[in-house]
């Protein structure tokens, strides 16, 4: 399989001038992010970074939140016959105050500038642009005066540089040196006013602009605290004759000479340690071999990071679109995380003005974090998801305060909604959306399946196991609280009471649906066996003796999943009582299979025609499916791709990425609401997990055992390379005509292999491993 030949085929290309921000090109190394857009009269190209935000947060009432018990004690003396807890005075006020704190403009992801190069639109056409996915270079065609001409523009891979330079289309030369006239560095718009002006210069002599933007910690936008923070984007052209300032104070027109190179850095950190707008870059003349500029440089060394990127797997599917899918968002999904930065909120490491700030951009616990990394695993790129492992190290100290100060108990309670800044309270600790108890479980999930998938003890023992024991520890002491286990109840069973749906229903009078959600309990199961499993493989059994058994205990009278009568027989629901027919935002009817784990392909009959029935009978509003729907899809081998296919291009923006979109009305939207009203609020970030759909209908191993192409249609022949399974399992396979031709697995760890025998249904293929074998099979002749 040629990787690079299959890249090639699925380029971004553009045939026309791309003005708009979802227009433009994305670009990105993981932490800086640059979105290329090409105007009738300039190249315009915005900056983003992972790690730049105004870092002002609100935490007002930090009194008057109280604790949790005198606020279900309030809650429960409100008349269950309301229709809303909405119509309590007090519970009114109450969400008031709670929520102020969020209803500020910040934190927020800080613009970062853009630069504009600009030409004479008289003589000069942007025909259109091409971004290469095998090394992230943006190509932008160019036509002057009849000549044609390649602007070329990339993120640097190893720095947060972005590099300009011009080349001659093939066949053609002496144009290089044209058309542009003119650069511009711009601060972003919708800077607040509140904050201390930038500084700026255009230093003529050294050829070069800057403007340096201040992100103080205070509220008030006064700088003077330890950790107040500072961007600074500089711009130096190489090879000019000459630049002369313009009229503002980050403009100047040029000159420029053949082979000339800009290079655009944007710099950031504690204020202390970025330079002033006067400091310079180093020179970007030509090596001291003279034999190439440092544009060429870093664009091979750029070329071999991504190199490197794309050897960890591939497909090739004789489904193009889906194969399309597959690159293209693991793409994305490399230019917008690395360990190294900030784990990426909602819209990811691009933005300009208010693109990007809805919802502050931030951490929210209840999917949209979690659904990006779950590409992670299956694609063998486990490194990628030590940014989420980061980011749960970052929110854990206000996670084990709110446990201890507001509910009194044991280990840690996760935040709805977090913040990559400083924190010293929960920043949403509103009841009706902050008590979804799913999100300490489900912050905590995918540390274990980075064991799981990598077999790496050293992260069990040193990352995982720590957040894994607080998220246990909370969810041992909130089911066996007085209130979630007695004889009101009348079954003897420990209950996960009170809690939220996500997405749905919020607190509700006499807590009618607010009890034993069917994701609470599907993710509390999964943390209590993964914390039983991660003891034994880490020798703990004796030390967490007490906790074992209680979760144990807790265990054994745990509740049933909620369910219904629908159309199509018995369906799971996301709490007791609950219609079958409503309309969901978040899939919480399909969680048990994902990301539950707990039914599947592997499930008893008649547990596996429920989940069937469950997956079959959901009504989703839209916004919050596009990946998480169809993972349950490709788990229970009943997605239809042909579908999904259709939903995809339905939600793809002109740049390529997937956009939240609606499905229908009657849950909390209209008949009037715009069904594209979130496409211009930023880039989804979560969206890019696409390609785990993919692999599932590709390769399961969930379960320990390893199913291949469980949800792939046998009319199309696939091919993948070293997906990782669970057990550290690479795994490598064909299929041609409904038929496996071949599967290789090299074995990282020495685990135990376990594999469903292809070539003969209902067979388990089972060997040990050493570290480093390769196992080759093809059917017997």
């Avoid at 309590?88 to 006020?93: A, G, L, N, S, V």
């Avoid at 190179?261 to 330079?275: F, Q, Y």
């Amino acid at each position: 399989m040629n990787i690079i030949d299959r890249l090639r085929k699925h380029n971004l290309r553009y045939d026309r001038p791309a003005a708009t921000f979802f227009e433009g090109a994305l670009l990105g190394n993981g932490g800086l992010g640059a979105v290329v857009t090409t105007r009738p009269d300039a190249i315009v190209i915005h900056f983003g970074h992972n790690d730049v935000w105004d870092i002002r947060i609100a935490e007002n009432h930090k009194d008057d939140i109280g604790t949790f018990e005198e606020v279900f004690e309030r809650l429960k003396a409100i008349p269950s016959h309301y229709a809303s807890l909405d119509e309590d005075d007090w519970y009114r006020e109450y969400v008031k105050m709670a929520s102020e704190n969020y209803a500020f403009p910040y934190p927020r992801p800080m613009p970062c500038g853009t630069l504009l190069l600009g030409f004479d639109q008289r003589t000069t056409e942007v025909l259109g642009h091409e971004l290469h996915l095998e090394n992230g270079l943006c190509e932008v065609h160019l036509l002057t005066e009849g000549v044609r001409s390649i602007l070329q523009v990339f993120v640097d891979q190893k720095s947060d540089r972005l590099w300009v330079a011009m080349k001659d289309e093939p066949g053609v030369k002496g144009l290089a040196s044209t058309p542009i006239e003119r650069i511009k560095l711009i601060p972003d718009p919708e800077t607040p006013k509140d904050l201390p002006t930038y500084s700026a210069i255009v230093d003529e002599a050294n050829r070069k602009l800057a403007f340096r933007q201040p992100l103080p910690y205070a509220v008030n936008g006064i700088e003077g605290d330890a950790e107040d923070r500072t961007f600074r984007l500089l711009a130096k052209v190489s090879g000019a004759d000459s630049l002369q300032r313009g009229t503002g104070d980050t403009e100047a027109s040029l000159s420029l000479n053949a082979g000339w190179v800009i290079c655009a850095v944007l710099e950031h950190g504690l204020s202390s340690n970025v330079p002033s707008v006067e400091e310079d870059l180093e020179p970007l003349e030509k090596r001291s071999d003279g034999k190439s500029f440092p544009f060429k440089d870093a664009l091979t060394e750029s070329g071999s990071v991504w190199q490197e990127y794309w050897s960890r797997s591939g497909v090739a599917l004789a489904d193009e679109t889906l194969e399309a899918v597959w690159y293209r968002n693991l793409y994305f999904f490399n230019c917008s995380v690395k360990p190294d930065a900030s784990c990426p909120g909602i819209f990811a490491n691009w933005s300009y003005g208010k693109i990007g700030a809805e919802w502050h951009g931030d951490y929210h616990m209840n999917y949209n974090t979690q659904q990006p990394f779950w590409v992670a695993f299956s694609s063998n790129h486990a490194d990628k998801h030590l940014a989420y492992a980061n980011m749960v190290d970052h929110v854990l100290p206000v996670s084990r305060k709110w446990a201890r100060e507001y509910y009194g108990m044991r280990g840690a309670y996760f935040p709805h909604s977090a913040f990559p800044v400083r924190m010293t309270m929960m920043p949403y600790p509103v009841p009706h959306w902050g008590w979804e108890i799913c999100e300490t479980p489900w912050t905590v999930q995918s540390l274990w399946w980075h064991y799981l998938y990598t077999m790496d003890k050293t992260f069990l023992a040193d990352r995982a196991f720590g957040p894994m024991k607080d998220a246990v520890l909370f969810m041992v002491d909130y089911m066996k609280r007085p209130d979630a286990i007695g004889e009101q109840w009348g079954d003897g069973l420990y209950h996960i009471f009170p809690t939220v749906v996500p997405e749905l229903y919020e607190l509700t009078p006499g807590f009618r649906k607010n009890r034993d959600c069917i994701v609470d309990l599907t993710l509390t199961k999964f943390l209590f066996r993964a914390f039983a499993q991660a003891c034994e493989t880490l020798g703990k059994e004796t030390e967490e003796a007490a906790l074992l058994a209680e979760t144990s205990e807790v265990l054994s009278r745990f509740p049933a999943y909620p369910t219904a009568q629908s159309g199509r027989g018995t369906v799971f629901v996301s709490v007791a009582g609950e219609d079958p027919e409503v309309v969901y935002n978040v899939p919480n009817g399909i969680s048990t299979v994902f990301p539950g784990e707990d039914h599947g392909l592997h499930s008893p009959a008649e547990e596996y025609a429920i989940a069937v029935q469950s997956y079959r009978n959901h009504r989703n509003e839209g916004g919050n499916d596009l990946v998480f729907y169809p993972m349950a899809g490709a788990r229970l081998g009943q997605l239809d791709l042909e579908r999904f296919k259709r939903q995809i291009a339905y939600c793809m923006l002109p740049n390529g990425t997937c956009t939240d979109k609606l499905l229908q009305s009657g849950g909390r939207y209209s008949d009037t609401t715009p069904f594209d009203y979130m496409a211009p609020m930023g880039i989804w970030f979560e969206n890019f997990a696409l390609p785990a759909v993919i692999n599932e209908c590709l390769m399961q191993s969930y379960t320990g055992v390893i199913r291949l192409f469980p949800n792939w249609p046998e009319d199309k022949p696939a091919e993948f390379f070293t997906l990782r399974a669970v057990g550290g399992f690479l795994v490598s396979a064909a299929v041609d005509e409904g038929e496996v031709s071949w599967i290789e697995i090299v074995s990282e760890a020495g685990s135990k292999l376990r594999l469903h025998d292809p070539w003969n249904e209902g067979r388990m293929l089972e060997r040990d491993t050493t570290v480093g074998e390769k196992i080759r099979l093809v059917k017997q002749a």
